[in-house]
């Protein structure tokens, strides 16, 4: 999971290989974003993605079209990266749906341009474990603890 710490909005994605490789992913596609962005002018320009099938640019398109972020360090400074589950590769689909729905990470609401199933989300949360529940009644304070940690 990544939280923009300008606006709080989550972005949920799941992956079988290590997250430094995931997360250069979505760096590489922020650069892409970025370096497209100012071509067309030398203000940021709006970055139109049509596939919406695929959420590697989701992250660039909102640190570029919302925050009019300009420069390669932002990508570093801005986000923060959560773990909200081992699972898998089996489950892993269906685990990523049930924390998009959870956290809210679909536009308007997050940072999502897609979802795994595009169905709504029925009775997952039932069987959530009570400490998972317990860190979503205190996902602020967890938030804010997490940044202001020497370890991040």
């Not at 081992?86 to 999502?112: A, D, F, T, Y």
Request: net charge positive; with cysteine; aromatic share 12%.
């Amino acid at each position: 999971m990544f939280i923009c710490s300008l606006c709080t909005k989550p972005y949920v994605g799941r992956t079988v290989s290590h997250l430094n490789i995931r997360a250069n992913q979505h760096r590489s596609a922020f650069y892409k974003v970025l370096g497209q962005s100012q071509l067309t002018s030398k203000q940021p320009a709006k970055f139109d993605c049509n596939d919406d099938d695929d959420d590697i640019y989701s992250l660039g398109v909102h640190l570029v079209n919302v925050h009019g972020c300009t420069d390669q360090s932002d990508f570093n400074a801005i986000y923060r990266v959560l773990i909200l589950e081992n699972c898998s590769p089996k489950s892993m689909e269906v685990s990523e749906h049930k924390w998009i729905h959870k956290l809210k990470s679909l536009r308007l609401q997050g940072i999502n341009r897609s979802n795994s199933f595009s169905i709504p989300l029925l009775k997952y949360f039932s069987t959530l474990r009570p400490q998972s529940i317990d860190f979503f009644n205190n996902f602020h304070f967890a938030f804010s603890t997490f940044k202001d940690s020497p370890l991040y």
